[in-house]
């Protein structure tokens, strides 16, 4: 039985190193080449992990010796990468988010589909020991049955440190694009599919002034939501309270993700990161414990969701990290701005079929 998978990345900036420091571990993917549209930058990240090849991106989709494309480009890109790599008959996996579009996510998984190939997404934070060791509390029972959770990232945003922030405050970006697919993604593994969101968006703060780089100085016009809140009624019926905020300059002292239940309360670590103490407090006790990670897992293990794909693929099985997932985040990504705008709750069409995902034990 064939046991890996060849692989090429397109996209080599700064997180392409992550993906193919921990894929050059892996047991199941090979990278043999990597693409960018600057053909130095392919060439440097060719030299700097022992790559094979650094070709142009049309050479690298040309290749039959490649079967899984690695789309590590700028969001805006994703979407027409992912139907480039499939049109060339490869399975794909993203980083987040899907598309910078629901039409756009649509057509890569009807695509996919036809073509009978895969697509995954990032993130895949949520396979980490972090969300997976919440996941087997509420397995357990230890909560009860969980009825409401709340999930915040609240800060200044990048402008500070960034030296190119300007496309986090263009359509397409903003915080809930950015970092909403971490929380949203956590949410769908521990509470199952979202039925509808209800939300009001706004950007408090027009413009912004970089801050760090060659462009510091210089004003960002704001032309995105730079602060949503809202609520999300799940399929299971528990209810979560979400912000997701750039407009908060003073800091905020919120937990990252908080999931209630009828027994007791689960405190989560930042779903950006793989790991992280879970705490946990039962109904009726002052005490605060730590449970015990089900697994040992390292802070940034990006690309955990590309090997478990491969490794699905050649096994027959569905993978966790899925376009199917991600286009159902991606929907209520944007029933928050929809909501706003129309003031109503906005129904999700898509149904992800959260059953059919592997118990935490499956996953050990």
């Known amino acids: 039985m064939k046991t890996k998978m060849k692989a090429g990345i397109i996209g080599c900036g700064n997180i392409s190193a992550i993906y193919l420091e921990n894929l050059k571990k892996s047991d199941t993917v090979e990278v043999v080449a990597c693409a960018d549209m600057v053909q130095e930058r392919a060439a440097a990240r060719a030299a700097e992990f022992a790559i094979a090849n650094a070709f142009s991106v049309n050479e690298l989709l040309a290749d039959p010796e490649i079967e899984l494309v690695i789309n590590l480009t700028i969001p805006g890109s994703h979407a027409a990468i992912d139907i480039a790599a499939l049109e060339a008959g490869k399975h ?7 598309a910078t579009s629901l039409a756009d996510g649509k057509h890569v998984l009807e695509l996919a589909k036809s073509k009978n190939l895969r697509v995954g997404s990032a993130p895949d934070t949520f396979l980490g020991s972090g969300i997976q060791t919440a996941k087997a509390a509420i397995e357990a029972g230890m909560i009860g049955k969980p009825v409401a959770a709340t999930a915040f990232m609240m800060g200044g945003g990048p402008e500070g440190w960034h030296p190119d922030p300007e496309f986090f405050y263009a359509p397409g970006g903003g915080p809930m694009l950015d970092m909403g697919p971490y929380y949203l993604t956590a949410l769908v593994e521990l509470m199952g599919p979202i039925d509808r969101v209800s939300a009001s968006v706004g950007a408090q703060i027009p413009t912004r002034i970089i801050g760090a780089g060659p462009k510091a100085g210089q004003q960002i016009p704001v032309k995105t939501p730079t602060h949503l809140a809202g609520t999300i009624d799940f399929e299971q019926r528990a209810i979560a ?10 800091g905020a002292t919120l937990p990252w993700i908080e999931i209630y239940g009828t027994a007791g309360t689960l405190t989560l670590p930042d779903p950006n990161f793989f790991n992280g103490e879970v705490k946990l407090r039962r109904t009726g006790s002052d005490e605060i414990e730590t449970l015990t990670s089900v697994f040992e897992c390292g802070q940034n293990e990006r690309g955990l969701g590309v090997n478990d794909m491969a490794k699905s693929i050649l096994e027959g099985r569905s993978h966790r990290a899925d376009g199917a997932l991600a286009y159902h985040v991606l929907e209520a990504m944007y029933a928050f701005q929809t909501s706003s705008l129309e003031g109503r709750h906005v129904v999700l069409e898509s149904k992800y079929e959260y059953d059919r995902q592997l118990k935490t034990s499956e996953l050990v």
Request: proline letters at 6%.
């Open 241 to 250: 309270t979400m912000i997701m905020s750039f407009d908060i300059q003073g």
């Open 92 to 98: 794909v996996y993203a980083e987040k988010p899907l």
